[in-house]
């Protein structure tokens, strides 16, 4: 058992958000989704208070060793959330994290307080750094106002409340360090680094709908890992550490580097199960079994 | 009928070159049958390595036949990802997830199915076919290519009407002419199409000024193919989107404004 921010999980690989639809997984695969849930924590995707359409399409792109996503956020908004999907996500055997996004102060207090009256889940991640919404971007790039933020947000709530940090700022570090002195009880990261695709037809316009995405999969696995390791070496709270992890090599990477969890995003679209077989290398993976080189 | 949860692998029993489309038959002895019109996100062993370090992400395919376990799939080599699937040969590991989606459903009693294909999107017809005959449904399937190259894969359907866009197999011009012809002589029947985006808008066009029940199969870049990455959304006429991957690929043209361009 891993013991994170009160909770007590099965194993240390949880999903990111916005990668893993519970609801429909259950749709496409039955109730074996349930009976062998691939992850020790179940992260909501981004619940805004309004409901979202999302970006125009195309909304996705791939890369070498990876892909650019730019979804924004759709979701069915709180109430929508909380009446349609949340009976739904408590009768996942796991405990139930809720991420939230606003765009002001109010809009996230109102958010963080209704999430906080639900017995049902366990703990709050808070999206400050999605690259697809430009208020999210600048609330989480920046020490000052990510700060200030948590201070206000940290008394409406007892539950575990963890801030989910941009990759796109100059010092995430300093951003985490910012969470914690607020009085945040973890930080998760990376999330998608912004990028951008070009049409394929060679007119220079922009593939994307939105214009620009985020950048996920192997091909930031090697910053995710410089990230956990800069903040893990600033912080004292647990870190939930991401970024192109698809087999439990790259999860025990990521421990090393200072993270408490782990979670896998893009990887589950190859396959969704993988969090399973993630759990299980991790487990028979040991701390300092050595990898070639060459 | 759900999907097993999980990526697994199906051993490619055969791959057979049908004018410029590839035939991959792949062994999936424990899987689930699918209904036609459902698709499976498809892999192969090894990502990366072809053009610009692509493909990373699986390729979403209707499956064309099942035969005794054995699933069909029909490829054309345009890009990365196909590339890769349409070289597969006998003895390599094709993984899978799936069946996924929702397929065609039959026409109202009494009422003839019109299958109309565009190119790749001839495979779907193939299994919607095999179930139609099996069921004695009446139906009548009409099919698209560039030339009497492609046109050979008129081959895996029974008794199908073939237009090219030069002439040189069957009626010259769109497939949509011969669904013209067809509804004229049957107004009331139900029509089932999948083909390029071009194609489907006038097969919806059609259908919608007509007022012909029309259900199409879309395609749509998807990751995820099980509806967690809301990449493959398609704009309802309703307002918001549809994903493609969970409420489709098969969609009522009546649902949308239009059929995207990509």
């Known amino acids: 058992m891993i013991a994170f921010c009160g909770l007590e999980l099965e194993h240390p690989v949880i999903n990111g958000s916005g990668t893993f639809d519970a609801i429909a997984a259950r749709r496409a695969f039955g109730d074996v989704v349930i009976t062998a849930f691939p992850f020790s924590a179940y992260v909501s995707k981004t619940i805004t208070r309004e409901p979202r359409d999302g970006n125009p399409p195309p909304r996705l792109y791939e890369t070498p060793s990876g892909m650019i996503n730019s979804i924004g956020l759709p979701n069915k908004g709180l109430t929508g959330y909380l009446e349609d999907d949340l009976p739904a996500l408590a009768e996942l055997p ?6 939230v996004m606003g765009s002001t102060v109010q809009d996230v ?21 999605c690259p697809n919404v430009s208020t999210g971007l600048d609330l989480g790039a920046d020490p000052v ?17 963890i801030v989910k940090l941009t990759p796109n700022t100059a010092d995430v570090a300093a951003v985490a360090l910012a969470a914690e002195a607020a009085g945040a009880d973890a930080v998760s990261l990376i999330n998608t680094l912004r990028a951008m695709a070009l049409h394929p037809d060679g007119t220079g316009e922009a593939w994307l709908g939105a214009g620009k995405g985020g950048l996920s999969g192997p091909a930031i696995r090697s910053v995710a890992l410089a990230q956990v390791a800069a903040v893990a070496a600033r912080v004292t709270i647990p870190i939930i550490g991401m970024g192109g992890v698809q087999n439990g090599g790259h999860a025990r990477a990521l421990l090393q580097a200072g993270a408490t969890l782990v979670a896998v995003g893009t990887e589950s679209f190859r396959d969704p199960a993988v969090g399973a077989r993630i759990a299980r290398e991790l487990h028979d993976f040991p701390a300092n079994s050595a990898q070639s080189a060459l | 009928m759900t999907a097993p949860f999980g990526r697994r692998n199906a051993e490619v029993v055969a791959c057979e070159q049908v004018g410029g489309y590839v035939v991959v038959q792949a062994g999936d002895p424990g899987g689930p049958a699918p209904a036609a019109g459902q698709f499976y996100m498809l892999s192969t062993e090894r990502w990366g390595g072809e053009a610009d370090g692509r493909p990373f992400l699986p390729r979403a395919f209707s499956v064309a036949r099942v035969t005794n376990g054995v699933l069909h799939f029909l490829f054309e080599a345009v890009g990365p990802g196909t590339h890769r699937l349409a070289r597969l040969r006998p003895g390599e590991q094709l993984g899978l997830v799936g069946p996924l989606g929702v397929g065609f459903s039959a026409p109202a009693h009494g009422r003839r199915a019109l299958l109309v294909g565009g190119g790749i999107g001839v495979a779907p017809m193939m299994i919607w076919q095999d179930e139609l005959l099996a069921q004695g449904v009446a139906h009548k399937v009409l099919l698209g290519f560039r030339d009497s190259a492609f046109a050979l894969a008129a081959d895996l359907l029974t008794n199908p009407a073939v237009a090219t866009d030069d002439g040189s ?43 012909t029940p029309t259900q199409l199969a879309l395609e749509s870049g998807m990751a995820c193919g099980f509806g967690a990455c809301f990449g493959c959304v398609v704009p309802l006429k309703a307002g918001g989107y549809a994903r493609v991957c969970l409420d489709g690929p098969v969609l009522d043209a009546e649902l949308l404004l239009q059929v995207p361009a990509h």
Do not use: W, Y
């Open chain 1, 94 to 99: 796991v405990p139930l994290i809720t991420n």
């Open chain 1, 109 to 129: 207090a109102a958010l963080v307080e209704a999430v906080d009256a639900q017995p049902a889940i366990a703990a709050i991640e808070l999206n400050v750094s």
């Open chain 1, 145 to 161: 106002e990510l700060g200030r933020l948590v201070q206000e947000i940290r008394p409406l709530t007892a539950k575990p409340l």
């Open chain 2, 169 to 211: 197999a069957g009626h010259q011009g769109f497939v949509t002419d011969l669904l013209r012809a067809e509804l004229a002589a049957d107004p009331f029947a139900t029509i089932c199409a999948c083909g390029p985006p071009g194609m489907l808008e006038a097969v919806r066009q059609l259908g919608v000024e007509r007022g």
